[in-house]
């Protein structure tokens, strides 16, 4: 009997924290707690969009949504779902469907696991 093999891969997200606190050192505790909560609502919206559209989406649209999602990324410190977001874009730029379907799943599960821990430095940090 053949043996199958069940991958669960996990993400790793990389966090760029020195950014998180410029913007409380530049902006206040209660201005960057507000932008923060703000990026991290579009961030998920984005994130439920590209799924959408991935499925029946023009990929025009789903390549400015990932750039603007990746720009939100970049501006809160989600140094990983930011580069993700690249990886996705070039994979629709060289019409490649299988790795687009991998990477979007990447994606995915690094968008989840960004808003968490993201969540979670915000909560203590207060």
């Known amino acids: 009997m053949k043996q199958v093999t069940y991958l669960s891969p996990v993400e790793c997200p990389i966090m760029d924290t020195a950014q998180i606190r410029t913007l409380y050192t530049d902006l206040g505790p209660n201005a960057a707690e507000d932008v923060i909560c703000r990026a991290m609502e579009e961030l998920a919206q984005r994130l439920c969009q590209v799924q959408e559209m991935a499925l029946s989406g023009p990929r025009e649209d789903m390549h400015k949504t990932l750039r603007s999602l990746s ?6 410190g989600m140094t990983s779902l930011s580069r993700v977001s690249h990886d996705v874009m070039s994979c629709i730029e060289f019409g490649d469907l299988v790795a687009e ?16 821990e993201l969540w979670d430095i915000n909560e203590f940090s207060i």
């Not at 720009?71 to 809160?76: K, P, R, S, T, V």
């Open 101 to 116: 379907a991998a990477t979007l799943a990447r994606l995915a599960r690094t968008g989840e696991r960004s808003l968490t």
């Open 71 to 76: 720009a939100i990324a970049h501006q809160i």
